[in-house]
């Protein structure tokens, strides 16, 4: 097995806990770079030319932030573009562009009438079925879009419930937000339909955000993802699906990515899904896949080595974590997230 992953370790080490916090602290585990000192002078300067940037990309480029600017100013300020500096570790180069990318991405997947909404459940939000006037009245355009609107809305939250990318709402020792890939969740889901992959797609993107919003420390330092693709079936395998989300994960959310640990996959892995995905993804994140196989005994070890513990982690893979998508889902409606 030799594509560049680096393979856990089955090593032992004399005092684990110590060396865990160590790793964290220096945030050498993953290779991340250190965040700076966030003084307000070193913000204002930061904000500044990261606007400055943004003027000096082409228009063409910059179409989406353009018209988010001018329909969503309330979504556009300050915070929103912090977490691209912080995403992109205040290379303000780097975070224009990944701005215009989400952007240009965003309103691609929402469309026009959804996209310069907050990305929440409920309320006002862009996957809320009521988030439109409920005037009976409508000319043959608005209901056109509303019936559009009210399909985006049904396939993204097919998307949601199949659980095929879920929020653990825990965090490793380094305080990254964890989140649980399950392929086999994908038996659900029909690859030939562009509305359902489209509705995936959203999907991911709501569980990144509601987990990257206002929370600052997740900004910082990103999020882990643990794949477990043991139960999949080849015929799950969707090379667009994973363009499309890889594509959002490493130019568009402004998300950072520690690592992303694969947790006993079958064998069509190596022969059909890394090939692909060592030819889509960067290779600063192909540099962070870990694979691990085994026990579970083993598994755990080796994954408590790397910060997550059995606390954090799902019971699928043997954590003590019991995910449940319907109530969260419905925790977040209520809530308006």
């Given amino acids: 097995f030799n594509h560049n992953i680096t393979m856990a370790s089955s090593e032992s080490t004399s005092s684990v806990d110590e060396a865990i916090t160590a790793k964290m602290a220096a945030l050498g585990i993953y290779g991340q770079t250190p965040q700076p000192e966030e003084t307000p002078e070193f913000l204002s300067k930061s904000h500044a030319a990261l606007l400055t940037e943004l003027d000096k990309l082409p228009s063409e480029k910059k179409a989406g932030w353009t018209k988010a600017v001018e329909k969503c100013p309330n979504l556009v300020g300050e915070d929103h573009r912090l977490m691209f500096l912080r995403c992109e570790v205040f290379n303000e180069e780097l975070a224009a562009l990944r701005i215009c990318k989400y952007w240009n991405r965003r309103i691609e997947l929402f469309g026009e009438n959804r996209a310069y909404k907050p990305i929440h459940l409920g309320g006002d939000g862009a996957l809320s079925s009521n988030s439109d006037s409920t005037s009976s009245e409508h000319d043959d355009t608005t209901k056109k879009q509303n019936d559009e609107d009210e399909a985006m809305v049904k396939y993204t939250m097919k998307g949601i419930k199949l659980g095929f990318f879920r929020p653990t709402l825990t965090h490793d020792t380094g305080g990254r937000a964890i989140v649980f890939v399950d ?111 085994g026990g579970e005994a083993k598994i755990l070890k080796e994954l408590k080595e790397v910060g997550l513990g059995r606390e954090v982690l799902p019971s699928e893979i043997g954590g003590d974590v019991i995910l449940d998508i319907e109530s969260w889902i419905l925790e977040m409606t209520s809530r308006r997230l």
Avoid at 202 to 217: F, K, P, Q, S, T
Avoid at 218 to 226: F, N, P
Wanted: aromatic residues 10%; positive net charge; hydrophobic residues 45%.
């Fill in 183 to 293: 392929p086999s969740r994908l038996a659900g889901y029909n690859k030939n339909s562009v509305d359902e992959r489209m509705g995936v797609a959203r999907a991911l993107w709501y569980i990144m955000h509601n987990a990257i919003e206002g929370n600052d420390v997740v900004q910082k330092l990103g999020m882990v993802a643990i794949a477990h693709p043991q139960h999949a079936k080849i015929s799950v395998v969707d090379r667009k699906l994973m363009k499309l989300n890889i594509e959002s994960i490493s130019g568009c959310i402004p998300i950072r990515i520690g690592g992303f640990h694969i947790v006993q996959p079958p064998w069509f892995f190596t022969k059909i899904v890394f090939p692909f995905m060592k030819v889509i993804m960067p290779d600063r994140m192909r540099k962070r896949v870990r694979v691990y196989s």
